[in-house]
């Protein structure tokens, strides 16, 4: 029931920023969590950020604290990640998905019931 159409990556320097977008339609999202993941070639989808859709209680992964951040608009239904400062490690294929149950922010894929297509992200060195 819930569609999730990410947007906003492409090719960036090391250093750089890129803001990606994902826009959610199909239900309430009020008792939601919103998460970002990432996969790299070869390796497992990793968790990135989540957002809670109504509190906006937040969770990042430890490899992006201080340079990503994670926001939402409730208005347009769109959740948005902010990704500063990006390294060639950075490289992936970023997911929207949403945690339609309640209860703590989830850091596993298994714990969300809907994705996006996925947006890629590439930063060159």
Same mark, same amino acid.
Request: proline share 2%.
């Given at each position: 029931? +819930?569609?999730?159409? &990410? ?15 994902? %826009? !959610?339609?199909? =239900?309430? $999202?009020?008792? /939601?969590?919103?998460?970002? $993941? =990432?996969? %790299?070639?070869?390796? &497992?989808? &990793? $968790?990135? !950020? ?9 969770? #990042? ?6 340079? $990503? ?9 769109? +959740?948005y990640?902010?990704m ?5 490690e950075?490289? %992936? +294929? /970023? #997911?929207? %998905?949403?945690?339609t ?9 298994? !714990? #969300?019931? #809907?994705?996006g297509?996925?947006?890629?992200v590439t +930063?060159?060195?």
């Open positions: 029931q +819930v569609q999730l159409v &990410e947007s906003g990556g492409g090719l960036v320097q090391a250093g750089g920023s890129l803001r990606l977008s994902c %826009a !959610a339609s199909g =239900r309430t $999202f009020s008792s /939601y969590t919103m998460g970002w $993941f =990432r996969q %790299a070639p070869g390796k &497992e989808r &990793e $968790f990135v !950020a989540a957002i809670r859709w109504s509190g906006s209680r937040t969770a #990042y992964a430890d490899s992006v604290k201080g340079r $990503f951040a994670i926001s939402k608009d409730n208005t347009k239904n769109t +959740v990640l902010q500063n400062s990006l390294k060639p950075d490289t %992936a +294929v /970023y #997911y929207c %998905a949403a945690d149950n309640s209860g703590w922010i989830k850091l596993v894929r298994d !714990a #969300y019931d #809907y994705w297509a996925g947006t890629q +930063v060159s060195s």
